[in-house]
């Protein structure tokens, strides 16, 4: 498993999530990422979601 980092922002740039969690892979990372933003309703919100290595796997700007 490996560790990858939510973030999300208002558009003031106060951050409202800074979350990490677990994944299997870049694929299964980006799912979970869009599950969670749904789940908190930030979705429309500017948010990015990195890989262990830095890769951008999710980002709205």
């Not at 939510?6 to 694929?27: H, M, P, V, W, Y």
């Not at 990372?29 to 599950?35: H, L, S, V, Y």
């Amino acid at each position: 498993m490996k560790t990858y980092k939510l973030t999300a922002f208002e558009a003031n740039g106060e951050k409202i999530i800074d979350e990490s969690f677990q994944a299997e892979n870049d694929d299964a990372a980006k799912t979970q990422g869009e599950k969670l933003l749904t789940e908190k309703n930030l979705l429309e919100k500017t948010h990015r979601c990195t890989s262990p290595s830095g890769k951008l796997l999710l980002f709205h700007p």
